[in-house]
C-alpha cells in the first residue's frame, strides 16, 4: 500500500519561500511510470495542479506558477519537495502530493494534504 505524507510550516510570512516535503512509503519515487504530483486546493475553490517530478527526475509546472515554483526529490529517503518563492496571502491552500500513474492516466494514491497560512 502507497502512502504519501505531507510535512509542512502551517504558517508563512508574505514574501517568503514555503517550503514542503512528502515522504513516500510502500512504492519507490523511481519506478517507472510514476510522476509525483503537488496540487492545491485555496479556500473556496478547486484543485489547482502546480506540477511534478517524474520517476526519472524530470518535472514540469503550471505555466502560471513556474516563475517562483520549483520541486526537487531525494530518492535516498523517498521524499519529494516543493519551494514556492515569495509567497502571498493567494497562496493560502491546503496542499496535497499526490502520485500520477501514467499508464492509467489517473492519480491513483494522494496524501492527506496540508493547510497552509500565508499571514503576517
Known amino acids: 500500500q502507497v502512502q504519501l505524507q505531507e510535512l509542512g510550516p502551517g504558517l508563512v510570512k508574505p514574501s517568503q519561500t514555503l517550503s514542503l516535503t512528502c515522504t513516500v512509503s510502500?512504492?519507490?519515487?523511481?519506478?517507472?511510470?510514476?510522476?509525483w504530483n503537488w496540487i492545491r486546493q485555496p479556500p473556496g475553490k478547486g484543485l489547482e495542479w502546480m506540477g511534478f517530478?517524474?520517476?526519472?527526475?524530470?518535472?514540469g509546472y503550471s505555466p502560471s506558477l513556474k516563475s517562483h515554483t520549483s520541486i526537487a526529490r531525494d530518492t535516498s529517503k523517498n521524499q519529494f519537495s516543493l519551494q514556492l518563492i515569495s509567497v502571498t496571502p493567494e497562496d493560502t491552500a491546503v496542499y496535497y502530493c499526490?502520485?500520477?500513474?501514467?499508464?492509467?492516466?489517473?492519480?491513483?494514491?494522494w496524501g492527506q494534504g496540508t493547510q497552509v497560512t500565508v499571514s503576517s
Open positions: 510502500g512504492g519507490s519515487i523511481t519506478t517507472s511510470n510514476y510522476y
Open positions: 517530478i517524474g520517476y526519472d527526475g524530470s518535472t
Open positions: 499526490a502520485r500520477f500513474y501514467d499508464s492509467s492516466k489517473t492519480y491513483d494514491y
